[in-house]
């Protein structure tokens, strides 16, 4: 008898497990609002920096989400400019009325609400200006500017890898975290 409710309980116990993982992510002690946006430091300087700079970056996606999924930007630096241009797609941003495709100046290794970026594709130096050139050609191209679902896309992955599709040169493979990359195939 006793051995049955050792055995039921060890049954559910990766249940609980979840669901505490979950209640602990999703507490009320993080909030999207205040989680942090800043540089994380791994982007070149612009003021000191000469060569042109092209980073793809990746970071853990919100809350429970972050466990399956990342959300992915590239950032871009042309030789001998003093900032970057980000590129990336939001889907709140839709939500207000804007297109969730989003081409401005900004920081580039800002931390995605709380998540620290990682590169996952870098370029640097000769040959950086025309990469940029064919992103910025590709960008403006892209199909789904004012169109945003979380699964299975178009989304900020999928984004990503129209963007690696229209410019081979970028010799980018997203990870299997790139929720919504598989979209454009």
């Given at each position: 008898m006793v051995k049955r409710k050792v055995i039921k309980i060890l049954r559910l116990l990766p249940v609980f497990v979840l669901m505490g993982l979950v209640l602990f992510n999703c507490s009320s002690g993080k909030d999207w609002r205040t989680a942090s946006r800043a540089s994380a430091g791994i982007a070149p300087d612009p003021a000191v920096t000469e060569e042109a700079v092209?980073?793809?970056y990746g970071a853990r996606a919100w809350g429970w989400r972050g466990w399956l999924a990342i959300h992915t930007w590239i950032a871009a630096k042309r030789t001998?400019?003093?900032h970057y241009t980000v590129y990336d797609v939001v889907g709140w941003r839709g939500k207000r009325g804007?297109?969730?495709?989003r081409i401005a100046k900004d920081v580039p290794d800002r931390y995605w609400f709380g998540e620290e970026?990682?590169?996952l594709k870098e370029h640097k130096g000769l040959g950086v200006?025309?990469?940029i050139d064919e992103i910025d050609k590709a960008a403006n191209a892209y199909p789904w500017k004012t169109t945003y679902t979380v699964f299975p896309g178009p989304n900020s992955n999928t984004?990503?890898?129209w963007i690696a599709k229209q410019v081979p040169e970028l010799e980018l493979d997203l990870p299997f975290a790139a929720i919504g990359s598989g979209y454009v195939n």
């Open positions: 092209l980073h793809v001998g400019e003093a804007a297109p969730v495709l970026p990682k590169i200006d025309e990469l984004f990503i890898a």
